[in-house]
């Protein structure tokens, strides 16, 4: 069985602050996505990565991909009380067809 | 486009009932499926579908039936309730089943079994 930890599972920052969730597993992934989800709805997507190393930048976050497609990170810098949100990191597995989440982690930026 | 539409939005269901939640999607997406959400454990897959006719099972299939007769339906069949059942389901579709897909996520449905 594929699984991803997620860590931290709880964070509660102030506004302006930087902060790094992590993504890790002992399995391969063939691609590794990031999901925001807001109370009451479904997760939204933010970025697929697929190559080892591969770095990408949505405004104040940056994602990246482990070189060995075993784990990844996500980073924000100078948080903002509209990033307040659960984030979830995904797997895809190499043989296609099935998503492995992580456990989320809950992001409370105060102002 | 109304994206994923998933009904209803609340269900309250004592043990031994049996349910359907409905999915449905308008873009044509050949990918489609179905996930539970609880506490603490993130998502986890209960079926998936590559197509119309073709179903599979994920990591916590037991208890829940699918089927998947047209390209833009999807519902899961909860056979006999148990309380180990309440969650939040959320059902998802993509363009293909391709690894890397951006998954479209419904609103989801908050059951209860009482």
């Known amino acids: 069985t594929q699984l991803l930890e997620q860590s931290p599972q709880f964070l509660s920052i102030q506004e302006g602050e930087n902060l790094t969730v992590y993504c890790n597993s002992s399995?391969?992934?063939?691609?590794l996505q990031w999901y925001r989800q807001e109370p009451g709805e479904g997760p939204v997507l933010l970025v697929t990565?697929?190559?080892?190393?591969e770095v990408k930048k949505l405004k104040r976050l940056t994602f990246q991909f482990g070189d060995a497609r075993k784990d990844s990170s996500l980073h924000i810098t100078a948080a903002q009380p509209g990033d307040t949100g659960l984030y979830l990191c995904?797997?895809?597995?190499?043989?296609?067809?099935?998503?492995?989440f992580g456990q989320g982690t809950e992001l409370s930026v105060k102002p | 486009n109304a994206g994923v539409t998933q009904t209803p939005k609340f269900q309250v269901l004592k043990t031994g009932q049996s349910m359907t939640l409905q999915c449905a999607q308008d873009?044509?997406?050949?990918?489609m499926s179905w996930y539970r959400q609880d506490p603490g454990m993130g998502l986890r897959l209960i079926h998936y579908?590559?197509?119309?006719?073709?179903?599979d099972q994920g990591e916590v299939p037991n208890g829940y039936n699918v089927s998947r007769s047209t390209t833009e339906d999807f519902p899961l069949r909860l056979l006999s309730a148990a309380p180990s059942q309440t969650s939040v389901y959320f059902c998802?579709?993509?363009?293909?089943?391709?690894?890397?897909?951006?998954?479209?996520f419904g609103s989801g449905t908050q059951l209860s079994v009482l």
């Open positions: 579908s590559v197509g119309a006719g073709i179903t």
């Open positions: 990565v697929v190559t080892g190393g």
């Open positions: 998802a579709s993509s363009y293909s089943w391709t690894s890397g897909e951006k998954l479209f």
């Open positions: 995904a797997g895809g597995t190499l043989e296609g067809g099935k998503l492995i």
């Open positions: 873009m044509n997406h050949e990918y």
């Open positions: 399995s391969v992934f063939s691609s």
